[in-house]
């Protein structure tokens, strides 16, 4: 511990079930976490949060971070040689419904040039009743060619890979389906960031 | 290719003390018992995914909306409160111009959501959300109201202690927090299990807010300080 304790950051506690009173009211809430006018391929994540017994997690949120198509953040901190899409903001706040899901409407991002090359993906922090902090997973395409190289995936067990792609829904191009499994059989794997 | 030459300088952000965040399970506390991972996280280092961050919300913020009183026609029923205080880093400095997002059940610990099931009444002119953003020194101010006690399911005659839900942004998507503010010398500390789950109670006092007299407003509210520290950047970049 810092001998300074008033310099340790802030402890978390869970978000609670009543978060949607302000985090996910209106225009709280964003849904679609790129405009019309952003450059590059459309898609739409459906997501589902479930806990170890695979019931939906009815009032989880999650929180979307993203580059735009090109691979660059809206962020002072990211130097990448990119032309940053006007307007691209990158932020989606999402909370799911009854049966545990919600869907987030964006582009597929560009993959991110930070020592080597980043597959595309997003970030996503899950908060939830029940949950003391929030969680910290990644998104990919299944099928993306980039994944192979992806830094992030070759530090996970072959065998749990797969808990982070998301997987192309055959009847309706351009729509990906993500489970966030908090807990149990083929858990997804989160972060210690 | 000199490999040296491709390599980058990043900001890591410091990682949070043993003991100073709770942990995903805790048996107390049920809910987490079948919504807490049981593999390990994987630890890995930083990247421009999490050291950047939204700016988000400076467009949402009107100008009264850090008034929790003054949302509906008349004044809630309760006890006027001023909370204010400070957002800075794990290295001392402010963080200016974020978003905080707070929300909070009214005077009689009733919130004003559709799973609530509280038999308290309702204020109809309290809603209990608010928002500002924190000036050039990281400087905050809410108006609002003091929550009540709540009850819950979590075991027999369980009471969360009065507080106030605090969302904050910071610079980084891992700077991200967050967490409840309590008020100080409330009875039910010992017996929350959200509370106690912090094990280390030097950092878990740290969520209780200070009363403040010099805040205090005669006639009118009572003053109270807390202070938000978010994870910051190491103090030199590495390389990695």
């Known amino acids: 511990m810092k001998p300074d304790i008033d310099l340790v950051p802030t402890p978390s506690q869970t978000v609670g079930p009543f978060f949607a009173i302000e985090l996910t009211a209106d225009e709280h809430c964003v849904k679609c976490v790129a405009g019309p006018q952003a450059k590059g391929e459309r898609v739409s994540i459906t997501f589902r949060v479930l806990d170890a017994d695979r019931a939906p997690v009815d009032d989880a949120m999650l929180e979307i971070w993203q580059a735009d198509a090109n691979g660059k953040y809206n962020h002072s901190d990211d130097l990448q040689p990119k032309q940053l899409d006007p307007g691209w ?20 991002p560009g993959g991110v040039n930070h020592v080597t090359l980043h597959a595309p993906h997003l970030t996503v922090a ?21 994944n192979d190289e992806d830094p992030i995936l070759q530090l996970i067990p072959l065998d749990r890979r797969d808990t982070l792609m998301a997987q ?26 | 290719m000199d490999s040296v030459s491709t390599r980058v300088s990043i900001k890591a952000y410091e990682r949070p003390p043993k003991g100073s965040q709770p942990p995903s399970f805790y048996e107390p506390y049920r809910a ?16 421009l995914s999490e050291i950047t961050g939204p700016i988000f919300g400076h467009e949402k913020v009107g100008e009264k909306d850090n008034d929790l009183t003054c949302q509906h026609a008349g004044e809630p029923i309760g006890e006027r409160i001023i909370v204010s205080g400070r957002v800075l880093d794990s290295n001392g400095r402010s963080v200016p111009n974020t978003l905080i997002e707070i929300w909070q059940a009214n005077s009689a610990g009733r919130y004003r959501h559709i799973k ?16 500002t953003l924190a000036d050039e020194h990281g400087r905050y101010r809410f108006i609002t109201i003091k929550p009540g006690a709540y009850p819950w399911f979590n075991h027999y005659n369980a009471w969360r202690p009065a507080h106030i839900h605090f969302s904050v942004f910071g610079t980084a998507f891992i700077s991200r927090l967050v967490t409840q503010m309590y008020f100080p010398g409330d009875p039910l500390f010992d017996y929350d299990p959200i509370f106690q789950s912090i094990p280390d109670e030097r950092a878990r006092q740290r969520l209780i807010s200070k009363f403040d007299l010099e805040t205090t407003q005669p006639q009118w509210a009572k003053g109270f300080k807390f202070d938000i520290v978010l994870r910051g950047p190491e103090a030199t970049p590495f390389e990695t």
């Open chain 2, 32 to 47: 987490t018992i079948k919504r807490a991972p049981l593999n390990p996280l994987i630890v890995r280092p930083h990247t």
């Open chain 1, 168 to 193: 192309p829904d055959p009847a309706r191009p351009g729509h990906w389906r993500f489970d966030v499994k908090l807990q149990g059989d083929r858990e997804t794997v989160f972060f210690d960031v």
């Open chain 1, 126 to 146: 899950v908060y939830a009743r029940g949950m003391l902090k929030q969680l910290y997973t990644r998104v990919y395409f299944s099928g993306d060619a980039a």
């Open chain 1, 89 to 108: 903001i990158g932020f989606g706040r999402v909370a799911t419904g009854e049966d545990g899901s919600c869907v987030l409407e964006t582009v597929r």
């Open chain 2, 116 to 131: 609530e099931q509280h038999p308290a009444p309702l204020d109809p002119n309290f809603t209990g959300a608010g928002r």
